[in-house]
């Protein structure tokens, strides 16, 4: 896929959404973070049904570390993989407040060496939360970056490569929103939606289906 191509692509997902974010409910770094460890391996419709009754009543690593790791999963319960999850969020607030003065670290070095944090997550803090033009590839960003011609990669630290080069600039900050959004909703797994896509024209995907 040619540069053209790919700054067309952008310059169409933007213009359909100027303003994407994620669908994972926040207010604060500390609430997105934890939002986005609870997130792995399930959706974001059951994270944010689990913190509109979490959040109003912890949302602090201190406030979460008094709920202890038994009081956390009450609310957390329903989300998979949830004691492993509450397990590292518990951790992870401890360090926080004896490294970080309780506050998010800003640096990706630092947001890894934080329990139940990999490099997706730290990307989404980063970007998100602080402004960074990063871009988390998730399931939805590989699978797209490749059926498309994007950014073609054998795993997802590849595909994340390619596409800080090939991304331009103007649209780095906001371009794992459009592709996730994407993969989620249009471009999805199985059957993509390729009559309802905007970029239809534009991608390589040699089995489109408009059916």
Do not use: W
């Given at each position: 896929m040619n540069a053209a191509k790919r700054r067309?692509?952008?310059?169409?997902?933007?213009?359909?959404?100027?303003?994407?974010?994620?669908?994972?409910?926040?207010?604060?770094?500390?609430?997105?973070?934890?939002?986005v460890i609870l997130s792995a391996q399930a959706t974001d419709r059951s994270?944010?049904?689990?913190t509109r009754e979490l959040f109003p009543v912890a949302n602090t690593p201190q406030k979460i570390l008094d709920l202890g790791e038994a009081g956390l999963r009450e609310y957390v319960q329903?989300?998979?993989?949830?004691?492993?999850?509450?397990k590292h969020i518990i951790a992870m607030c401890r360090i926080l407040l004896?490294?970080?003065?309780?506050e998010v670290p800003r640096t990706r070095e630092a947001l890894e060496a934080l329990p139940g944090v990999g490099r997706k997550t730290a990307n989404v803090?980063?970007?998100?939360?602080f402004g960074q033009p990063t871009i988390a590839?998730?399931?939805?960003?590989?699978?797209?970056?490749?059926?498309?011609?994007?950014a073609p990669g054998k795993d997802v630290v590849e595909v994340e490569k390619?596409?800080?080069?090939?991304?331009?600039?103007?649209f780095k900050q906001d371009a794992h929103h459009w592709l996730i959004l994407h993969?989620?909703?249009?471009?999805?797994?199985?059957?993509?939606?390729?009559?309802?896509?905007?970029?239809?024209?534009?991608?390589?995907?040699?089995?489109?289906?408009?059916?």
């Open positions: 067309e692509i952008f310059s169409r997902l933007q213009a359909a959404n100027p303003h994407p974010t994620t669908e994972l409910e926040h207010k604060t770094p500390f609430e997105l973070l934890v939002a994270v944010n049904i689990a329903r989300i998979g993989l949830y004691q492993t999850k509450s004896e490294q970080h003065g309780g803090i980063l970007n998100t939360a590839v998730d399931t939805h960003i590989f699978r797209i970056s490749n059926r498309i011609g994007l390619k596409l800080m080069k090939f991304v331009p600039e103007e993969g989620r909703y249009v471009c999805v797994a199985r059957k993509p939606k390729c009559r309802e896509c905007i970029i239809q024209d534009l991608c390589e995907f040699r089995e489109k289906d408009f059916g």
